[in-house]
């Protein structure tokens, strides 16, 4: 049987993970399933959707854990970087990937838009605009 809850919003972009990222994002999810439930299965059901490939293959354009991202939404033109919820800080534009919008953010690509849901069940939508992978080339 067909889940219907996908008719009732726009389907989601395809999105791409480095096998890096898949795995240690996999192991976060894991790790706060408990405290964290609804974040856990929205980042998993990220990386199931997401097309793995290698970290050295990994395009420059896609957004992936340390990223810059310029992105356009309903409240504005923000820059952010997408970190790891330890390194997180809302004054410095650093967003946790245990976020909903960190996790709406993962694996896409400049000029791609996605709708994601925010803590106070409000729908949004936004639209990246650049991403620089400086600091995720490790």
């Given at each position: ?81 997408l ?55 490790e």
């Open positions: 049987m067909a889940n219907s809850k996908s008719t009732l919003h726009h389907a989601k972009p395809k999105i791409v993970v480095s096998d890096v990222d898949e795995k240690r994002l996999s192991g976060l999810a894991s790790a706060v399933a408990d405290r964290m439930p609804e974040l856990a299965d929205e980042l998993l059901g990220e990386l199931d959707r997401a097309k793995i490939v290698s970290q050295r293959t990994m395009p420059a354009n896609v957004v992936q854990m340390g990223s810059a991202v310029e992105y356009a939404a309903d409240d504005g033109q923000r820059r952010v970087t970190v790891y919820p330890g390194e997180a800080d809302i004054a410095q534009g650093k967003i946790s990937i245990l976020t909903p919008i960190g996790t709406a953010l993962i694996g896409l690509t400049e000029g791609q838009s996605i709708e994601w849901t925010a803590r106070d069940e409000r729908r949004h939508r936004l639209t990246v605009l650049n991403v620089r992978n400086d600091a995720a080339a």
